[in-house]
């Protein structure tokens, strides 16, 4: 099993930045993807960005590109968002998950286990 603790949420006005944390434990995630989705009231849950552990790749969805980064810190087990220039649709509940499979690492259906969810609100 695998444990995955997000912190970090908060209020931001429009153009603010916030830091988004996801500390792992339990198995090992070193071999893993692991990616941040979204989630917004009335809509479905979306990919954000992921990162495999193994090799650093990195992923992000269109929408948040050159605006969020992703980051691992291997000494710490955990992985990082950094979200820049943010904008009120950014306005969401974030997930952190882990993703054992090698494939689907931006589909949130390939992620076997997630974390609790942080809000981050961003007003205008």
């Known amino acids: 099993q695998v444990q995955l603790v997000e912190s970090g949420g908060g209020l931001v006005q429009a153009g603010g930045s916030l830091r988004l944390s996801c500390a792992a434990s339990?198995?090992?995630?070193?071999?893993?993807?692991m990616g941040w989705f979204r989630q917004a009231p009335g809509k479905e849950r979306e990919f954000v960005t992921a990162?495999?552990?193994?090799?650093?790749?990195?992923y992000y969805a269109d929408s948040v590109k050159g605006r969020f980064t992703i980051s691992l810190d291997n000494a710490k087990n955990t992985v990082y968002l950094q979200m820049n220039s943010l904008k009120p649709e950014d306005t969401a509940v974030y997930y952190c998950?882990?993703?054992?499979?090698?494939?689907?690492?931006?589909?949130?259906?390939?992620?076997?286990?997630w974390g609790q969810g942080t809000q981050v609100t961003v007003s205008s």
């Open positions: 990162i495999r552990w193994s090799s650093g790749r990195t």
């Open positions: 339990g198995r090992t995630v070193r071999n893993y993807g």
């Open positions: 998950a882990a993703n054992p499979n090698q494939n689907g690492i931006m589909s949130w259906n390939f992620y076997d286990y």
